[in-house]
């Protein structure tokens, strides 16, 4: 009989969503790291460049050296988008634009990484690299959610990095301005601050927003409930817990 199969203490079987990726959106040497949220079906590989290095000790029997090697992916993500300007969430915003670009322009930098559900992440399964990006809509019934489906292909030589995430304890965001002053009531302003994303809220003297778009980690813009003039508290509130309230002096 053939022994029993035993794993060692402290050991958990690894779950197929445990997988992040983040398009920066800044530049290469200050990047602005944006997860790409409501992804699925994440599927990695690392294609590899080869060179005949066959002899006649081979005896007419291939024999091939990898030189190099890429990366590339496929995923899907859900198409969310803000109702007051029609934009999608800026990380799929940013990989549309490489979609349609040219140059320079049809160019991303990318990171993906190993994020478990729980335990530590694995150190050597993160990586950054340039892409190309190809995009196509895959739902097109009549009801259901619109998906995109998404490649990325590498140019040149991926970059293995330290594994960037650090769990998933969250902090409450932090306001640090509301610009500009004395807007009016059903007009944009922009909340500057730290640790927006997720942001399930935005109110302005308990009211809430009718609508804000979260652009990144540090910025809302958000739409101005029907209020009177004055000064009033805004406050952000994430998963991570609701922001100190900012005062904001506003017009009617």
Known sequence: MANKVTLPAGTTLGKSYEYGLDVNLGTYAAPQWQSVRRLS??????????????????????????????????????G????????????????????????????LDVRWYHKPELGTPN???AGRAFVTVEITRSNTDNTGVEVKSVTLTGKGEFES?????????????????????????GELVTINGTGFLGATSVTFDTLESPDFQIIDA????????????????????????ASTAYTYNRGA
Do not use: C, H
Request: glycine share 10%.
């Open 80 to 107: 969310n988008r803000s109702l007051s300007t029609g934009l999608y969430l800026p990380e799929l915003e940013a990989i549309m634009a490489a979609a349609k670009g040219k140059g320079d322009g049809a160019v």
């Open 218 to 241: 540090a910025t809302i813009v958000a739409i101005l409930p029907t209020d009177t003039a004055g000064a009033v508290p805004v406050v952000v509130t994430t998963p991570g817990g």
């Open 161 to 185: 990095i330290a594994n960037p995430f650090a769990g998933w304890e969250v902090t409450a965001p932090v306001i640090t301005s509301v610009t500009p002053e004395g807007e009016l009531s």
């Open 41 to 78: 079906a994440w599927q990695p590989s690392y294609p590899g460049t080869t060179t005949d290095v066959a002899t006649y000790d081979d005896l007419g029997s291939p024999n091939e050296d990898v030189t190099g090697r890429s990366f590339a992916a496929s995923f899907t993500v859900q």
């Open 123 to 125: 150190p050597n399964d």
